[in-house]
């Protein structure tokens, strides 16, 4: 194993918006330091306003107003390159998109351009990359869906005549034409249904083992994560709460708040009462004071009100920012 | 409501810009009130008088004090213009509403006459109705003739709002916790469709005034009761830009200029106000 | 029934029923007025002059076929049905003996080549200039186009071809303000009569585009700051696609549909604005006729240009619905 | 047959196309489905997205007519639901849960208005201090009170205090029946578990039968008494949600069953064994 692909260093990212002369600041991401290696799904979790769909637009560097980067840095090791996300100008960004850093968003209808064939989204986004003339760049692309057990037919077809099911299998068909060393993926099997859900996730899985190409794979849903991720990070109000193997975190959370969201999760032919959790998600442009989470922790003490605890190793490769963590259970 | 115009004053620089325009306007139109002469009458000053510190904005061939005359026919035009308003909205309204919150049929049926509205081009039909009328044509009929013409746009605006709230789950509520129709209409709906009303209110006004302008300028209207259209049309009969008495023009298109501004720059504002998220975010 | 096929007969059932009720606007306009058209004709045509009683009687009773009011409401109904449906409005009083047809017929090219041109010329510039400024939302020169386009889209047609009237025809003039073209040049195809029409056509076209360019540009700048925000561009900019790629195929061309569809709702808005140009420039077209007709008392004419009209918009509202589906391949292919 | 709360008796509901197109389609396609007056329960009606299953809870609250097929609630066929009076009667007893908390009450208005005006129009209260109290009773039954309610604005509250809210208000007229159209599938994993928990309290104290309409069997499994698999606008497979999820019969059934995702990294049923990661 080499170098990692990812590196985010003590992140902030704050909206600032001043609208009608009040001033406010969303704290989304804070601090928040992660890695990812090389041939890995690197899951991220977290509810609404967890600050996980800034961090990947952060990562991604779309920084849009009034969306703000306050510090920390995104460096990414690709094959042939490093890329330092924040201190690039916008043609060394366009140079990697696709090439080396490809997208698979949630898929709802309007990620493809409604008014054209899917043909001309592979000749936007790909052609440049595979650097061959057009019948042979399409025969590339004809041999890459089918390898992905796609009819090369979809490339005439308009978005609106394929299912939903169908246009996500085109755009995981997208985005690994080039053979990226990363993907980030947004909720991607969220608007399906689940039979549907199930063989894109096969689908995703089974390409990513084909490139070894690394995936940050962002969802509320924990099953999806237990069932394709090999690591896991929890995010709750803008902070990273927990890291770890998938398999572990899933086995033993160690973070309360991870602790409650594996215990209420429902599952089938289990009927045992689940215990709720009370509260809410803060509001992120008055986040509490120390710990975020200790207005709802069962755990909490006067110190966690006053100071939130870093991230902290109490295994090899298992990280906490928690001072009371929960106990670990042996296997 | 008043915080709402209170920030919009303060912190939106066309909706400011439109009410200074629209204040200076109406304030004029008020002096008409006390005007020393009756509107109508003429050759009561020395005729093609240059703006001058006792004329202020001169006086015309007709040997009328322009400053007056002008406030007397700001003030016309303007009522004109809201007459046509308020009759077009009841109908828009009437007829968005309904469209929107029926759907189906009677939504296909009153979006079909209303399109028809829409394309119709109105001007050969007020031409050919003041053909018909003459003599008997006056401002009240006008103003009642494009008010039938005049709601179709506003009404298809409306209607989109009214539609997509018939579908919003809190319309659902509403009806669940027994609420009546007029009710759901009126409290849930109305504060949705008011500020599209308010801003399609403006931009009626603006037509309405341009079309009584051009038709009163071509003689096509009533032309003893001065507006500002009339005076244009006087003033062309006089061929008062050959005769070099410019002023006769200059202030009544000044004038009539800020108007369409001012009412405009308040639309636009207000669209922009629309979203009914961005008000919830101030508080 | 394929998509494109239902498409096809709604438009044409919405453009027959535009027809529909425009005529009977029409006809309620001419009969459900408490005053005697005929009379009114009559005082009109002969207000400047002496006319003897035995014309007058005379024209009295063509007038009143004319008009249709002779038997009953539904026998007029059906009449004035039938006169529009052949196209036959009958002579001019003004200019009698010659057909109502022959003196439009005359004057409908001027009107139509001038909408044409204005029209295209002005969708296409405010389009690309809001697409642009909607896009680059930053630049200065385009938010001062913005600030431009506001100032003068408020103003009717009628005051700004008035304005360009007093600038280029006597504060500063260098073009012809009066006239389709040079009074003493024959109609053909040379040169200098092409560029006779031509430059005659300049104040017209750009008092019809100074006002009609702010709508498009403002709608446009409107309608791409919301399709920026879409899935889909968002996707494309995060695939690196070029810029221009991306303005033009995704941006511009999603935005594009509601204007199209805004062109066609606002063709009659359109023409009555080239009317009063006409009449301001006084160019040899449908609107200045409408205006001596009226004038005149040439009540068969005047009904005959607001029928005329009615149709021609409808039709032209119709060709541009019908472009539509070439736009939108959601309407080509359901 | 007397003792029937709701009886759906084959009903059918289908959409015409446009105008023009004799295209139609069918959302609902012959269900039936019975509830108990005497002994309350959850009734989860289970399907994907175009099954057809909140064509059916629209249809049974009324708010659209079946094509064909009659419903009947405590006897009475809502077809013959006409006068505003007889409707408010039904609504008083059957009432919805909306899918979006945050769609469920206007943005511009204060929440307490719904809980005031359900009392007043459907709890048939009059004085005002009687329907402050019916609205603080049922805010308490989902773990809330007026006086954290009241002038508040939907903005102000989470989606999982929204819920709870929407729910008070459709229990302040003391209905027999709930319809709950996917009523968790907005709010935040850690807010879930309450309210789904709030559900099986409300049948149990309050005596309400709830009809529970998801796309998540896993929920199903937790709370429901009978369960009904619904596809393509037909009932596929119906009756004791544990026998049904446990050992379905149908082939669509036992499909959706495996489509399932396990939440254990250990049995994973997409791709690769967990923990094998580093390798």
Redesign the interface.
Same mark, same amino acid.
């Given at each position: 194993m080499g170098e990692p692909v990812l590196v985010v260093s003590d992140l902030r990212a704050y909206y600032r918006t001043s609208?009608?002369?009040?001033e406010r600041e969303v704290r989304a991401v804070d601090d928040v330091s992660l890695t990812i290696e090389a041939n890995e799904i690197y899951g991220l979790a977290g509810e609404s306003s967890s600050g996980k769909t800034t961090l990947i637009k952060t990562i991604a560097a779309a920084i849009q107003p009034p969306l703000e980067v306050l510090g920390g840095s995104v460096v990414f090791n690709f094959r042939d390159r490093r890329v330092d996300m924040h201190g690039v100008d916008r043609q060394h960004l366009d140079a990697i998109r696709w090439k080396n850093l490809s997208y698979i968003m949630q898929g709802s209808m309007n990620v493809l351009n409604p008014v054209r064939r899917i043909r001309h989204a592979f000749v936007d986004f790909a052609f440049r990359h595979i650097g061959k003339p057009m019948p042979l760049f399409l025969a590339v692309v004809r041999e890459h869906l089918e390898r992905l057990h796609l009819a090369p037919e979809v490339l005439d077809a308009f978005p609106h005549q394929l299912s939903g099911g169908m246009r996500q299998r085109v755009t995981i068909a997208l985005a690994t034409v080039c053979r990226p060393d990363f993907i980030i993926a947004d909720e991607p099997t969220t608007a399906l249904d689940v039979v549907v859900q199930k063989s894109v996730l096969a689908m995703i899985h089974e390409i990513q083992r084909e490139l070894g190409s690394s995936i940050i794979f962002v969802t509320h849903d924990m099953a999806v994560h237990a069932n394709l991720t090999d690591r896991l990070g929890i995010m709750y109000a803008g902070r990273l709460v927990e890291e770890g193997r998938t398999a572990d975190i899933f086995r033993a959370p160690r973070h309360p708040y991870t602790a409650h969201l594996i215990a209420s999760l429902p599952r089938l032919g289990d009927s045992a009462p689940k215990k709720g959790l009370d509260g809410a998600p803060p509001n992120l442009a008055e986040p509490p004071s120390g710990c975020r989470f200790h207005p709802r922790c069962p755990r909490a003490t006067e110190r966690c009100a006053r100071e939130a605890a870093p991230m902290a190793s109490l295994a090899p490769g298992h990280r906490v920012a928690c001072f009371y963590p929960e106990p670990e259970r042996s296997a | 409501m008043w915080r709402t115009l209170r920030?919009l004053l303060?912190?939106n620089r066309q909706f400011a810009a439109g009410i200074v325009l629209l204040g200076i306007v109406a304030a004029f139109s008020c002096l008409s009130f006390f005007s020393p002469y009756p509107p109508n009458d003429s050759f009561v000053v020395p005729p093609d008088v240059p703006p001058s510190w006792a004329y202020p904005m001169g006086t015309t061939s007709r040997g009328q004090d322009l400053f007056w005359l002008l406030s007397f026919a700001i003030r016309n035009t303007l009522l004109f213009g809201m007459v046509v308003a308020i009759l077009s909205r009841a109908l828009a309204l009437v007829i968005g509403l309904v469209a929107g919150y029926s759907g189906g049929l009677v939504d296909?049926a009153l979006m079909?006459?209303n399109?028809?509205?829409?394309?119709?081009?109105?001007?050969?039909?007020l031409?050919?109705?003041?053909?018909?009328?003459?003599d008997?044509m006056s401002w009240g009929l006008l103003a009642l003739m494009m008010a039938c013409?005049g709601w179709a746009?506003d009404a298809r605006l409306i209607r989109s709002v009214a539609l997509s709230l018939r579908t919003?789950?809190?319309t659902?509520?509403?009806?669940?916790?027994?609420?009546?129709t007029r009710q759901i209409l009126v409290?849930?709906h109305l504060?949705?469709v008011l500020p599209i009303l308010f801003s399609t209110t403006m931009n009626n006004i603006?037509w309405s005034?341009?079309?009584e302008?051009?038709l009163s300028?071509?003689?096509?209207t009533d032309i003893n009761t001065p507006t500002i259209g009339v005076l244009?049309y006087w003033a062309n009969q006089h061929t008062a830009?050959v005769a070099g008495i410019w002023w006769w023009?200059f202030f009544p298109?000044l004038l009539?200029?800020m108007t369409?501004?001012g009412?405009?720059?308040l639309a636009?504002s207000m669209n922009e106000h629309i979203d009914?998220?961005?008000?919830?975010?101030?508080? | 029934m394929p998509g494109y096929l239902v498409y096809l007969l709604t438009r044409l059932?919405?453009f027959a029923?535009?027809v529909f009720?425009?005529i009977n606007?029409?006809f309620i306009?001419?009969h459900a007025?408490?005053?005697d058209?005929v009379e009114?004709s009559i005082?009109?045509a002969t207000q400047f002059g002496s006319t003897s009683p035995e014309a007058i009687a005379l024209m009295r009773q063509s007038l009143k076929e004319l008009y249709g009011l002779e038997g009953d409401l539904a026998h007029q109904y059906a009449a004035f049905w039938s006169r529009i449906l052949v196209g036959n409005f009958g002579p001019s009083l003004s200019a009698f003996p010659t057909p109502v047809s022959v003196l439009i017929g005359r004057a409908l090219p001027w009107t139509v080549s001038l909408l044409v041109v204005s029209t295209v010329l002005t969708w296409v510039m405010g389009n690309l200039l809001g697409g642009l400024a909607g896009y680059f939302h930053r630049s200065r020169a385009l938010r001062l186009a913005g600030i431009l386009a506001?100032?003068f889209?408020?103003?009717?047609?009628?005051?700004v071809a008035?304005?360009l009237l007093?600038v280029f025809g006597?504060v500063w003039p260098i073009l012809p303000i009066s006239g389709g073209s040079s009074m003493n040049m024959t109609q053909e195809w040379s040169w200098a009569f092409v560029g006779s029409v031509v430059s005659h056509a300049i104040l017209p076209v750009a008092s019809l585009a100074l006002v009609g360019l702010g709508g498009w540009f403002?709608g446009m700048r409107a309608l791409v700051s919301n399709v920026v925000t879409e899935d889909y561009v968002t996707y494309a900019e995060l695939g690196g696609v070029a810029r221009r790629r991306i303005l033009a195929a995704y941006v511009m061309r999603n935005a594009l549909m509601p204007q199209v569809t805004g062109l066609?709702?606002s063709?009659?808005?359109i023409?009555?604005g080239a009317?009063?140009t006409e009449?301001v420039f006084g160019y040899p077209g449908i609107g200045t006729l409408?205006?001596s007709a009226?004038?005149a008392g040439d009540?068969s004419l005047?009904?005959g240009?607001?029928t005329v009209?009615?149709v021609a918009?409808?039709i032209a509202?119709l060709l541009i619905d019908l472009l539509y589906p070439l736009l939108d391949p959601r309407v080509r292919a359901r | 047959m007397s003792g029937a709360l709701l009886d759906v008796d084959n009903v059918v509901r289908t959409y015409s196309g446009g105008?023009l197109t004799r295209r139609r389609v069918t959302a609902v396609d012959g269900v039936s489905l019975r509830l108990d007056a005497a002994r309350p329960e959850i009734f989860t009606i289970v399907g994907e997205s175009g099954s057809g299953k909140t064509t059916l809870a629209r249809m049974i609250?009324n708010?659209i007519a079946p094509s064909a097929g009659t419903i009947r609630f405590d006897g009475t066929d809502l077809a013959t639901i006409r006068s505003?009076r007889a409707r408010?009667a039904f609504?008083k007893r059957v009432?919805?849960i909306?899918?979006?908390p945050f769609?469920?009450?206007?943005?511009?208005?204060r929440l307490d208005r !719904?809980l005031f005006?359900?009392g007043?129009?459907?709890a048939g209260l009059s004085d005002t201090t009687a329907i402050a109290d019916a609205a603080d009773t049922a805010l308490r039954s989902v773990g809330l009170s007026l006086a954290e309610i009241r002038g508040r !604005?939907p903005?102000e509250l989470s989606g999982g205090q929204l819920q709870r809210v929407?729910i008070a208000?459709?229990l302040i007229s003391k209905p027999a029946l709930l319809i709950a159209d996917e009523p968790v599938s907005m709010i935040d994993a850690s807010l879930r578990a309450s309210i789904v928990n709030l559900l099986r309290d409300l049948r149990d104290r309050l005596s309400v039968s709830i009809i529970y309409i998801t796309h998540d069997l896993a929920t199903a499994y937790y709370i429901s008494d009978r369960i009904m698999i619904m596809r393509h606008g037909k009932a596929v497979e119906a009756g004791d949600a544990r026998t049904v999820l446990d050992d379905p019969q149908h082939p669509y059934s036992q499909l959706l069953k495996q489509s399932v995702l396990s939440p254990d990294p250990q049995h994973r049923t997409v791709g690769r064994q967990g923990g094998s990661s580093h390798a």
């Open positions: 609208a009608f002369g009040i | 920030d303060r912190f296909r079909s006459i399109d028809t509205f829409i394309v119709i081009p109105l001007f050969p039909i031409v050919l109705f003041y053909f018909v009328m003459r008997h013409l746009y919003r789950e809190f659902q509520t509403g009806i669940f916790s027994g609420m009546s409290e849930e504060p949705y603006n005034i341009g079309l302008v051009t300028v071509l003689g096509f244009i830009l023009l298109v009539v200029v369409f501004i009412l405009f720059l636009v009914p998220r961005s008000r919830l975010g101030r508080s | 059932g919405q029923l535009v009720i425009g606007i029409a306009v001419t007025t408490p005053i058209p009114q005082a009109a506001m100032a889209h408020p103003i009717p047609y009628y005051i008035f304005l007093i006597h403002m066609a709702m063709l009659g808005a023409f009555n009317i009063i009449q409408l205006v009226v004038h009540y005047v009904l240009i607001t009209s009615i918009v409808s509202v | 105008l609250l708010m505003s408010l609504m009432q919805p909306f899918q979006n769609e469920s009450f206007n943005p511009m208005k !719904y005006a359900t007043r129009r459907m !604005y903005h929407a208000r459709a």
